[in-house]
């Protein structure tokens, strides 16, 4: 900091004049001093195409996945719909690793938040599917698979953590709570970006009821991630709820109407 | 500050701020004080210029939002035409999921225009591609309808956007009141 900063005087950037601290604009030629400069407008979708070709690209795979039989319903045409899935986020990830990379920092890192965030997203997963079970729908629709799917594989329990939790708990975050939420705050306020990324994540899943849960949680990994810069909790408390759902549905569970009786 | 002092500050007649006198320009909304009226006159007509540009991207976030209340509307007649005349209650549930979610979408178009707009743009392209998918007849149907609502809500979600880009410049020359967004 200068003197003159201290006693409150600078100069205009433009042409030199001496102005007061609380100035906004230079006295001698008007320039902007303090106030933010008119940014010329660039065209918002132009802004918006990263995140628009990501989800519509994703919305397509997996509409015609759920939708059509152009991938089967085996086990093979399931592994071949993830990997054009993972492949599309990593193509979107890569792309705009410059903003993606510090978020896979660990400086910073909590284990009491982890532990936290594993403890909710355990009891959320429970929560959940006795309100699935309450309102008498499956709650693999928002998950992309059918435990039958594993049935048939050599180790069921190994391909379904490895397929519904670690796989949708990295390649998710980082698309709806990394690029996506990247891209979309550029445009939109911080709180925008959250409910917009959440919305996207809750319809993307194709299941409408589901949404009633998935936007929550969209909303609870986004404001983790934004509120501490890392993706890390939001891949944990992702992998925990995937976790619980997948062993509740392996191990038969059957609701214990803990929360709801039906 | 003394009687001698404030004989040599001036009034920006503009936006009240008062100046030392000689500057050219109002220190705190750059109207040219001490410029020529062609000056003063050139900075109103931006003003107003884009108090026009601001009115006109209003009036299209307006149109988006009736769209978005006249979609809930369909949705929801559609569900209870579903529900009661063809007794399919799923369908039902869901058209009417989809109304609740467009209500919830108008009301929020009030507090944040590009949010609301552009998520109801994501929802109706996105049932627009799983009704293709499921029937490619439906890609026609209605046309005119889906191009016009498409059409609204591209409009809306450009115009929500200019219009922060306008306020924010407005703010910035004190036009209009500043609000604690």
């Known amino acids: ?262 | 500050m003394t009687e001698a002092y404030s004989t040599s500050l001036v009034d920006c007649e503009h936006c009240y701020a008062s100046n030392e006198y000689g500057r050219k320009f109002c220190s705190q909304c750059s109207f040219p004080i001490g410029g020529t009226e062609e000056e003063k006159t050139s900075f109103r007509l931006v003003v107003s210029s884009r108090k026009r540009f601001l009115d006109d991207a209003k009036d299209k976030i307006k149109s988006a939002k009736t769209v978005i209340y006249i979609l809930a509307g369909l949705f929801f007649v559609f569900g209870l035409v579903i529900g009661f005349v063809m007794d399919d209650f799923a369908t039902m549930v869901a058209n009417l999921s989809l109304t609740v979610i467009y209500l919830v979408l108008a009301a929020w178009c009030t507090r944040n225009p590009f949010g609301a707009i552009l998520t109801a743009f994501i929802l109706y392209v996105t049932l627009q591609v799983v009704n293709v998918l499921i029937d490619p007849a439906t890609l026609i149907q209605g046309f005119v309808i889906k191009f016009f609502v498409i059409v609204a809500l591209v409009k809306g979600i450009r115009s929500a956007h200019e219009a922060q880009g306008y306020l924010r410049e407005l703010q910035n020359l004190k036009a209009v009141p500043v609000d604690n967004e």
């Open chain 1, 1 to 262: 900091m200068t003197t003159n900063e201290v006693i409150g005087i600078s100069s205009c950037v433009n042409c030199k004049t001496e102005v007061q601290a609380a100035d906004r604009f230079c006295g001698h030629c008007g320039s902007t001093l303090h106030a933010e400069p008119a940014k010329p407008q660039a065209d918002v979708f132009s802004l918006l195409t990263p995140s628009l070709t990501y989800y519509f690209l994703t919305l397509a795979l997996l509409a015609t996945y759920k939708l059509t039989t152009v991938f089967g319903d085996d086990f093979q045409g399931f592994v071949i719909v993830n990997a054009i899935d993972v492949a599309i986020v990593l193509v979107f990830a890569i792309m705009a690793w410059k903003d993606i990379r510090p978020l896979f920092s660990f400086s910073g890192f909590r284990f009491s938040i982890a532990a936290l965030t594993v403890v909710c997203a355990l009891a959320g997963s429970l929560f959940i599917s006795e309100l699935a079970n309450f309102i008498n729908i499956s709650i693999n629709d928002d998950v992309f698979y059918d435990t039958w799917l594993f049935h048939e594989t050599t180790s069921p329990l190994l391909y379904s953590v490895l397929f519904v939790c670690v796989q949708p708990a990295l390649f998710e975050e980082v698309a709806f709570r990394g690029f996506l939420l990247n891209n979309i705050q550029k445009i939109a306020s911080p709180a925008g970006a959250i409910y917009i990324t959440s919305f996207i994540f809750g319809i993307v899943h194709l299941a409408i009821i589901s949404m009633l849960w998935l936007v929550p949680i969209g909303l609870a990994f986004a404001v983790l991630r934004l509120k501490y810069n890392t993706l890390w909790y939001g891949v944990i408390g992702h992998f925990a709820y995937n976790l619980g759902i997948t062993l509740l549905e392996h191990f038969q569970y059957t609701p214990a109407s803990l929360f709801f009786s039906s």
